[in-house]
């Protein structure tokens, strides 16, 4: 299974919005809505943000939002905040009853 | 609250083979499936395998044949047995919780180094 497609890096200005994209294929991304996404400040572990596609769990911020099409996903943050600063990763469950992940893309905060 | 904490040897040699538990606290690990993932030094992150309770496995293919996980349910824990390591197994290895299709509770991750 090959990792899912995320560009390197993206940046933006505070109070700004920004988006993420995560591509895959029709065996993970576009086969289930089972998409979740995953934030991870430097030295710690990822925490969920969102999961089957758009839902947020309790206690993550209305400022964070997931949407799908086709084979991509994408992460939306908005009103950027300099504690959004950190690496974000998108995940899917796959055909093969696995999970795969992106490759993780850096948002900095300008 | 459920907790996750990594527990094992920090240093592997090649060849050999890295174990590590995953001890549950706040829950019981009865109720849901489990996994491992692991994150080579400033890379992504990489699932390894899940389980369920009753032994349900599933594992990434690419690491199938070198890999095991089991669950000790007596002390709300479960393992990672991973053997021929190599320097490419190098990574920190974090256990974590399934649910809602999602991986929600994570341990704070241990860093497995495999060097002579």
């Known amino acids: 299974q090959s990792a899912l497609t995320q560009p390197a890096s993206v940046s933006g200005s505070p109070g700004q919005s920004i988006t993420i994209s995560c591509t895959g294929t029709s065996s993970d991304i576009g086969a289930y809505n089972y998409v979740s996404w995953y934030q991870q400040h430097p030295g710690k572990a990822p925490k969920l943000l969102i999961y089957?596609?758009?839902k947020r769990p309790s206690g993550v911020s209305n400022r964070f939002s997931g949407s799908k099409s086709g084979n991509t996903a994408s992460l939306t943050i908005s009103g950027l905040q300099a504690e959004d600063e950190a690496d974000y990763y998108c995940s899917s469950y796959t055909t093969s009853s696995s999970w795969v992940f992106g490759g993780g893309t850096k948002l900095t905060v300008l | 609250q459920v907790q996750l904490q990594e527990s094992g040897p920090g240093l592997v040699k090649p060849s050999e083979t890295l174990s590590l538990t995953c001890t549950v606290s706040g829950g019981s690990i009865s109720s849901y499936y489990w996994s491992w993932i692991r994150q080579p030094p400033g890379k992504g992150l990489e699932w390894i395998a899940y389980?369920?309770?009753?032994?349900?496995?599933n594992y990434n293919p690419s690491l199938k044949s070198r890999v095991t996980i089991s669950v000790d349910t007596s002390k709300n824990q479960f393992s990672l047995q991973l053997t021929s390591v190599t320097a490419a197994d190098t990574a920190v290895y974090y256990c974590?919780?399934?649910?809602?299709?999602?991986?929600?509770?994570w341990g704070q991750g241990t860093l497995v180094t495999v060097s002579s």
């Open positions: 089957d596609v758009s």
């Open positions: 974590a919780r399934y649910d809602h299709r999602a991986f929600d509770y």
């Open positions: 389980m369920y309770y009753s032994a349900t496995t």
